[in-house]
């Protein structure tokens, strides 16, 4: 079979995922049946250990994040993580002075490199050169799959100007951007499965253009053209083609 069916998602930020959007993922999965099944990163939100934490998140659990932000690895079946800047935390930490942390942390992400193990995931690290996953083959139509390292409105073209054909999570926003040039470069961003009220980002206004959705399409493994699709919601609802035919 040449054309093979993929995912994508991101930013779902362990136990503040949204409830619905999650539900609506995973019974896509069950419909669509990827074989590819990529999460961007911040699949944990590790908040209570972020700078400029408030008090409040430092009461929340840690644990309920981590067990909660697994599950859905689990759940989705996810076989390509790429850590995001949440995830990264814990190897800053595990970097640090503050002897008690950095133990913690060193375990934290020891598991978390088991955990994937286990589900035999992919682990790709957060980081520009080292944390690219390649869906198909770029010169053939293919895609270049990162977290992203950009932020703002024009973070995607950022991303397209570094990379050229680009996938990419991180803002929490659906967007497409194309160039007309002799080798066309295009990018995608894909939107959140997190909530779009968490506290940290109330005064950021850019939040106010996050979506819930996902990525899909189908990815040919002979010649390495991929197809984009963008599933988003309207009216509640999440709209998106489980079939694809061929004219």
């Not at 869906?135 to 053939?140: D, Q």
């Not at 002979?222 to 004219?247: C, L, M, N, P």
């Amino acid at each position: 079979m040449a054309w093979i069916p993929y995912v994508i998602c991101g930013d779902s930020h362990g136990d503040m995922a949204d409830k619905s959007a999650i539900k609506a993922f995973l019974k896509f999965c069950d419909e669509f049946n990827p074989k590819i099944r990529i999460h961007l990163g911040d699949a944990i939100d590790f908040r209570a250990i972020r700078r400029g934490v408030c008090k409040e998140e430092k009461y929340e659990s840690m644990q309920a994040d981590y067990d909660s932000g697994t599950q859905f690895l689990r759940d989705m079946g996810a076989n390509v993580w790429l850590w995001g800047n949440h995830e990264d935390r814990i190897e800053q930490i595990a970097r640090s002075t503050d002897g008690v942390m950095r133990d913690y942390a060193a375990r934290i992400n020891i598991e978390m490199l088991d955990f994937a193990k286990a589900q035999k995931c992919q682990v790709l690290p957060y980081d520009a050169r080292k944390g690219v996953y390649e869906l198909g083959k770029v010169r053939s139509g293919g895609f270049r799959v990162i977290h992203g390292y950009s932020c703002g409105i024009h973070a995607l073209k950022a991303e397209v100007n570094t990379y050229t054909r680009v996938i990419h999570g991180h803002i929490h926003t659906r967007g497409t951007v194309l160039s007309g040039t002799y080798d066309p470069s295009e990018g995608h961003t894909c939107a959140c499965l997190c909530r779009l009220d968490m506290t940290y980002a109330k005064t950021h206004k850019t939040a106010l253009r996050q979506e819930h959705g996902w990525i899909y399409g189908l990815v040919n493994n002979r010649t390495g053209s991929v197809i984009v699709q963008h599933a988003r919601k309207v009216d509640g609802k999440f709209f998106y083609s489980s079939e694809f035919s061929k004219v």
